[in-house]
């Protein structure tokens, strides 16, 4: 027994040794490439981030892109998923499934048909008041048309996120105790139900927000230039900058990683709501 012990641990670490060396060695290499200037140690390539065009305007824009996307998803997950936990299990299959056609769907095909609606609605509509609401969504200054393309693309995998929580809770007793001791529908869900899902929360939000900040197709062709796609512009010109660029992005997404960690370890360090 002892021996078969000691090969899963030798086994555990030859596969986090490995796991380690394929995503530490890019990064490594990638460091490296932004502080060399041919002439030795130079951090020109990350002081100079500030002062680049368009780079904080692009930052700003992903990070409000990514708050609403992260609102409007849960907006449109979290009270679906619970009413279907506290109504008829029966239509959870389809919301599976309407949540999972993402999936199927590549992301040019699904830009493809977000262009060929937009191109429709000039077409058809432009006697009706939904032809300002197709221009609306295309503002240059914040367009909503990216949300909704950003909110279909991180349904499968929030989803998912909020599914795994609400198995772990007894949605339906947590609710009917908390309507016993006086609280409304509303107050119950609020109160009892969603802090018993911050950690299924915070998962889908950091899943979200990753989607965001490094999604590039969609954006692109749709012409419009949030983070992801300067940071592709800025390497045609300044190959150093974007690569600093790109390594600083990856270790924005590592600090909330850690923070989500530390966040649902101290969840689990405390007992559960109650009603």
């Known amino acids: 027994m002892a021996q078969l012990m000691s090969k899963i641990r030798w086994g555990r670490g030859a596969v986090l040794l490995i796991a380690g060396a394929y995503f530490l060695v890019p990064m490594v290499c990638s460091i490296i490439f932004s502080v060399d200037d041919n002439t030795g140690f130079s951090l020109k390539a990350y002081t100079g981030l500030l ?3 368009g780079f904080l305007d692009s930052l700003t824009f992903t990070l409000e892109l990514a708050a609403v996307t992260v609102v409007v998803m849960l907006l449109l997950l979290v009270p679906a998923l619970i009413a279907v936990r506290l109504g008829s299990q029966r239509l959870r299959t389809v919301i599976e499934i309407v949540c999972s056609l993402p999936l199927v ?6 830009t493809a048909g977000i262009i060929g609606v937009l191109r429709w609605g000039p077409d058809y509509l432009h006697d009706t008041p939904f032809f300002q609401t197709i221009v609306a969504i295309q503002n ?10 950003y909110v279909l693309m991180s349904l499968p995998l929030a989803y998912r ?3 795994a929580g609400l198995r772990g809770v007894d949605v339906r007793t947590l609710v009917e105790a908390a309507r016993n001791c006086g609280a409304s529908w509303p107050r119950a869900v609020v109160t ?3 802090p018993n899902l911050r950690g299924a929360l915070l998962n889908a939000t950091f899943i979200t927000l990753a989607l965001v900040l490094g999604e590039f197709t969609t954006s692109s062709i749709l012409g419009y230039q949030p983070f992801s796609v300067w940071i592709y512009e800025a390497g045609k010109n300044d190959g150093q900058m974007s690569v600093a660029v ?9 600090v909330l990683l ?9 969840r689990r360090g405390r007992k559960p709501a109650r009603p």
Not at 105 to 110: H, I, M, N, R, S
């Open 258 to 266: 850690l923070a989500l960690s530390a966040v649902g370890r101290e």
């Open 192 to 194: 009892v139900v969603l």
């Open 161 to 163: 996120a909020l599914d």
């Open 246 to 254: 790109s390594v600083l992005s990856l270790v924005i997404a590592w």
């Open 140 to 149: 240059p200054s914040f367009p909503v048309v990216l949300v909704l393309a």
């Open 51 to 53: 002062g680049a065009p």
């Open 105 to 110: 769907v590549p992301v040019v095909a699904l």
